[in-house]
């Protein structure tokens, strides 16, 4: 073999060295770049892990949203408590409105009023009116309590000595009720019909006014003049109107 053959032989065989491991250096590129695909499921397992916690994420929210429905819960619960303090106090409530109100209020007694005729020159009785005027009497509550008082009072007048009564009819007007507190005053009115004739007349010198619903008196004294005799008439022209 020449020298020349021998070169060529070493470069064929170096070539085929270069080109293997060109070939071998490919591979283990290949085989590097198949490494990275192969990782990528890891990294989508990672991602599946982050999804994981994010749902954990989720879940410590739907715990805090948990606890912020118990704390509402407490708040609904304070809510109750808070009303059912307050229907606790509606009794007492009630029990002083109704007192303000008038509702459960006792009637007017006999013991706690005051009578007299209103006497100023507006309440007089004209002597001059043809047929019939009238006179007012004056109820005032003198107790420390309220009361309830309406209807019809009784009205008896009598002579001097006491020997001559009349108990006045009433009239058919309607009425009501009326609360009085203490020291506030109602009236009502008594239809007469004056004379000053000498005969026929029937002169009072008391009344006995007996308020309504009970049967003690208050006797006052009578202001005025003489009367028309009526007393055994069946419409008399003197006649007891309504409290209310």
């Not at 819960?73 to 029990?95: F, H, I």
């Not at 509702?103 to 007017?108: A, E, F, L, M, T």
């Not at 009023?113 to 209103?118: I, M, Q, R, Y």
Request: one cysteine or more; hydrophobic letters at 30%; glycine letters at 14%.
């Amino acid at each position: 073999m020449s020298a020349n053959t021998t070169a060529r032989t070493v470069r064929r065989r170096s070539l085929r060295i270069a080109v293997a491991a060109l070939t071998a250096a490919a591979g283990l590129t290949l085989t590097a770049c198949s490494g990275s695909e192969a990782n990528t499921e890891p990294a989508g397992q990672s991602d599946a892990g982050m999804a994981v916690e994010s749902s954990g994420t989720g879940s410590g929210a739907k715990e805090q949203g948990s606890g912020a429905q118990a704390d509402s819960g407490a708040k609904t619960d304070a809510k109750t408590d808070a009303k059912a303090g307050s229907g606790a106090k509606k009794p007492g409530t009630n029990a002083a409105g109704s007192g303000g109100s008038g509702s459960g209020v006792d009637r007017c007694h006999t013991s706690g009023l005051k009578a007299a005729f209103a006497t100023g020159e507006d309440a007089a009785p004209d002597p001059n009116a043809g047929g019939s005027t009238t006179t007012s009497v004056v109820l005032t509550n003198k107790g420390s309590r309220t009361c309830k008082i309406g209807g019809f009072p009784g009205v008896d007048l009598k002579s001097e000595n006491g020997g001559e009564r009349w108990s006045l009819a009433r009239s058919s007007a309607k009425h009501g009720s009326i609360t009085l507190a203490p020291g506030d005053s109602t009236d009502f009115t008594i239809n007469v019909a004056l004379t000053k004739e000498e005969e026929g007349f029937y002169q009072p010198a008391f009344a006995d006014v007996t308020p309504p619903n009970e049967t003690k008196s208050i006797t006052i004294k009578w202001p005025w003049g003489t009367l028309v005799d009526q007393r055994s008439a069946t419409h008399p022209a003197t006649f007891v109107n309504p409290i209310g």
